[in-house]
Each structure stands twice: as C-alpha cells, then as structure tokens.
C-alpha cells in the first residue's frame, strides 16, 4: 500500500521554526523525486521546495529561499522541511508530492499537514 504521511504542523510564532516530515511506504523511494507544496485559504497551491531522488539537487520558491531546507534521507524513506524565521504568510496546508524521476504519471501525494504561524 502506497503512503505518504506528512507530520510535524502546528501553531508556531512569528521567527519559529518548524520541521515537517514526509514518511514514504509501499514504493521504492530512493526512484522518486519529493516536492513539498502548499495550500493557504483562499491561494492556489504553490511550489514550495523540491528535491531530485538522490538528493543531489535542489530548488526553492523565491518566497522561501534563505529560510527553508529540503533534505532528505533515503535509508529512513523520508524527506524533510526545515523552515525557519517562519511569517504569518507561510501558514498553509503543507503536502508532500513523490514523483518517479522517469514516468511522472508516476506520482503520489500526502493527506496534508497545516502550519499557522500567528502570534
């Protein structure tokens, strides 16, 4: 059974940091590149950070550059989030998307984990 499990929302001031995490079984992770998107109220959803399956490479939304880090760690079938110097506009829905490096319709997608960041 495919799962992706996101953790680690909550409630967090303004300048906190949070780690999510995105738990992956029933597929052969280390073949899947992860992205992390988000859904704030009333807001397309936004790209937010993605990383290549072997974790080589990479890339960030302008909006968060300097602030977040994807990483991720194949052994534990996880990817991670770090975010720091969090602001009231990163609250969102944060999902994790996996997505096979060669057949993109290949691609499985998390239930969602909500950050709010409000003093």
């Known amino acids: 059974q495919v799962q992706l499990v996101e953790s680690g929302g909550g409630l967090v001031q303004p300048g906190g940091s949070l780690i999510l995490s995105c738990a992956a079984s029933?597929?052969?992770?280390?073949?899947?590149?992860v992205s992390w998107y988000r859904r704030a109220p009333g807001k397309e959803r936004e790209l937010v950070a993605a990383?290549?399956?072997?974790?080589?490479?990479?890339n960030y939304a302008d909006s968060v550059k300097g602030r977040f880090t994807i990483s991720r760690d194949n052994a534990k079938n996880t990817v991670y989030l770090r975010m720091n110097s969090l602001k009231p506009e990163d609250t969102a829905v944060y999902y994790c998307?996996?997505?096979?490096?060669?057949?993109?319709?290949?691609?499985?997608w998390g239930q969602g984990t909500q950050v709010t960041v409000s003093s």
């Open positions: 998307n996996a997505v096979h490096k060669w057949v993109a319709t290949n691609n499985y």
């Open positions: 029933g597929f052969t992770f280390s073949n899947y590149a």
């Open positions: 990383v290549t399956n072997l974790g080589g490479s990479t």
